[in-house]
Nanobody, 126 residues
């Protein structure tokens, strides 16, 4: 079965850091781009960061640029999201998902992604 599972969320104070992990199984990891998304209560799901396994290109939403870093360990089938300088507005459930479409084009269209796993909750206190 194809699975993507996010983990690593928790409670952190504003200004703090967290690293989320996304572990993949059941598919050829190198053939897919991976994206991190988040959804806050009452809000639509938004793309946060994406990484291409074809050329290593990355994408970041303006709201997280220079604070979040996406990386991939293909040998471990893992994608990470390092989050620094966290703000209360970063509070959300974070998900990872995969896409055939180049992630630099797809990140603004969540429907282009599939295999959404259970998310992980990140809560940033002020």
């Amino acid at each position: 079965d194809v699975q993507l599972q996010a983990s690593g969320g928790g409670l952190v104070q504003a200004g703090g850091s967290l690293t989320l992990s996304c572990v993949a199984s059941g598919f050829t990891f190198d053939d897919w781009d991976i994206g991190w998304f988040r959804q806050a209560p009452g809000k639509e799901r938004e793309g946060v960061a994406g990484i291409s396994h074809t050329d290593g290109k990355t994408y970041y939403a303006d709201s997280v640029k220079d604070r979040f870093t996406i990386s991939s360990d293909n040998a471990k089938l893992m994608v990470y999201l390092r989050m620094d300088s966290l703000k209360p507005e970063d509070t959300a459930v974070y998900y990872c998902a995969r896409t055939w479409v180049p992630t630099t084009q797809a990140m603004k269209i969540p429907s282009l992604y599939e295999s959404w796993g259970q998310g992980t909750l990140v809560t940033v206190s002020s």
